[in-house]
């Protein structure tokens, strides 16, 4: 790291770049030198792997800048002052990382040059002392670069250009504020550079954001069985220090699990980054179907997922204790994925699940006989229909199941009894154009969407704004279990919310008169076709002739 400048009043001011905007600009950049000489999936690991490795030395320098501005330290003998600087101990016990000599970026940045082996070399190193040094980082971090795909010279490049990025010293933002931003920045636009691929760990911060503001999760257990980057857990987190202050985040204690390698160190860094326990996303990646890394004895408090849809390659077995309702088919793993939440709620548990449409009506492979099997144990709290263009990385529509274990008013919490109903909610007009192909849910959206479901269930929150439920036609109805049979258990919100009532315009014209007027225009029209046709016949047989 550049050193460290003094201003006249002797206050600490580092060089380089410190809007988060700028950091973001700079860091882009940078993935763009490695764009051309390897994939999309690959180049992400190299930009935030490093991204990482600078943040946990940005964070460690900050943490030892305050051990040395102590007046403490003024009292202890000049030769003891270096160690105490160099104490693991005063660094683990603010959740900063420790983070070794050598692995420092002001190291690696010195070194980049006339490290022997590279600085391909170097960098491997330094992920390796710093996973040896944090338990909890232990088979993260990416060890790629000293290898013979890679361009050394770009890749010091890359060094160079990270070293500009400064994630401290914005104020009274903390390094670990910055650069949750920036990373969440990152994972966005690398979900836009991959496209279809990108679904695996990217979920549209819009789609999260109401998972988490109808659910509520203020404390408990949050788990996600196919967690992709962790992004779930992440919002969780800023949920609760929005309501209830950052003292609160450990409030929550999250677990997960994702088959993919990568995606699972994207998650375990992600949850770093944002002072949550990595170990929440187990110590390896697995498949949830054939590998269920949940102890049974662990239920969740709350479950959030957005699992791959309409899945046909997935590890089945139809003895398995998961399926209550029913075994799903092989060509489709929807109500594999919905059948194994249910088993990991607790009793008063609730889940919000992403799937594709086709879910909420299927009848092919006994999803039918299942979905009613569901519907009948009460298990259905909401259907939400989401608005198309939401997923840049899928064309498949898709909506919300809320589903939960107890409807009743639960106590002292004095909920509206909904059991034996469901809500629907059709938003499928909602959201904004962000550009020609990818819509988002605006923070109104989010909050009507969120409102309605919370006084229809009668929460504290609707309860402090004085809401109460009411049916909007075209938007939202809450319907029996009765009316549902009726309808052979589709859960399509639209076939439930009705038409939206169109408000009467008192300077319109009565529809008597404008029939009677369209009326008369119409023979009118009809009339002059009649007379142009004879027009047109005479011309063509004075030709003929």
Not at 106 to 114: F, K, L, T
Not at 242 to 255: L, P, Q
Not at 276 to 281: A, I, L
Not at 323 to 330: A, E, F, N
Request: hydrophobic letters at 40%; aromatic letters at 8%; glycine letters at 8%.
């Amino acid at each position: 790291m550049p050193p460290r400048k003094r201003t006249a009043a002797g206050q600490g001011e580092l060089p380089g770049v410190s809007s988060t905007k700028e950091i973001q600009d700079i860091l882009w950049k940078a993935a763009d030198k490695l764009r051309g000489s390897m994939d999309a999936a690959q180049y992400k690991e190299f930009v935030l792997g490093l991204v990482f490795l600078k943040y946990v030395s940005d964070a460690f320098a900050e943490r030892r800048d305050e051990l040395a501005a102590d007046p403490e330290l003024a009292a202890i003998p000049e030769h003891r002052r270096a160690a105490f600087l160099e104490e693991k101990d005063e660094y683990t016990e603010k959740n900063v990382f420790w983070v070794p000599p050598t692995a420092r970026w002001d190291h690696i940045a010195e070194n980049a040059s006339s490290a022997e082996g590279g600085v391909g070399k170097l960098l491997d190193e330094a992920m390796d002392e710093v996973m040896g040094a944090n338990k909890a980082l232990t088979g993260v971090l990416p060890k790629i670069f000293n290898r013979d795909n890679v361009d050394q010279k770009r890749l010091k490049e890359l060094v160079d250009l990270i070293s500009d990025a400064r994630f401290t010293g914005h104020g009274d933002r903390p390094a670990q504020d910055v650069l949750g931003e920036v990373y969440e920045y990152f994972l966005g636009r690398f979900a836009r550079a991959e496209g279809k691929l990108a679904g695996e760990f990217y979920t549209p911060a819009s789609v999260v954001r109401l998972l988490v503001e109808v659910l509520e999760p203020y404390e408990g257990r949050v788990y996600d069985p196919a967690c992709g980057s962790g992004g779930m857990f992440v919002q969780s987190g800023k949920f609760v220090a929005s309501r209830r202050g950052k003292d609160h985040t450990h409030d929550i204690a999250v677990y997960g699990q994702e088959a993919n390698e990568r995606t699972w160190r994207l998650a375990k860094m992600n949850l770093a980054i944002h002072g949550m326990d990595p170990k929440g996303v187990g110590e390896r990646w697995a498949d949830t179907f054939a590998d269920d890394k949940l102890p049974p004895h662990i239920k969740a408090d709350f479950v959030m997922a957005n699992p791959p849809f309409n899945m046909s390659d997935w590890a089945r077995k139809t003895d398995d204790p998961r399926w209550r309702y029913g075994v799903p088919p092989q060509s489709n793993a929807n109500y594999a994925w919905l059948q194994h939440i249910v088993s990991k709620l607790g009793d008063r548990g609730s889940a919000g699940v992403v799937l594709s449409n086709g879910s909420m009506s299927s009848k092919q492979s006994g999803e039918g006989e299942i979905r009613a099997a569901m519907v009948a144990a009460d298990l259905v709290a909401c259907m939400v229909a989401l608005p198309a263009n939401l997923f840049r990385t899928t064309a498949i529509p898709a909506c919300l199941w809320f589903l939960t274990k107890d409807k009743s008013p639960q106590g002292t919490k004095a909920l509206n009894d909904r059991r034996s109903r469901v809500l629907f909610i059709d938003a499928r007009t909602m959201g904004t154009m962000l550009d020609r192909t990818e819509r988002i849910l605006t923070d109104a959206d989010l909050e009507k969407i969120a409102d309605t479901y919370h006084a229809w269930r009668g929460t504290k929150s609707a309860k402090d704004k004085g809401l109460s439920y009411g049916d909007v036609a075209g938007f939202c109805h809450s319907v029996t279990l009765e009316e549902i049979e009726k309808h052979d258990y589709v859960l399509t919100p639209g076939r439930y919310v009705g038409a939206a009532e169109v408000e009467d315009d008192p300077e319109a014209e009565p529809v008597e008169e404008r029939i009677a007027r369209l009326t008369k225009e119409l023979f009118t029209h009809l009339d002059e076709s009649t007379r142009l046709d004879a027009v047109v016949r005479e011309q063509l047989g004075k030709i003929d002739g």
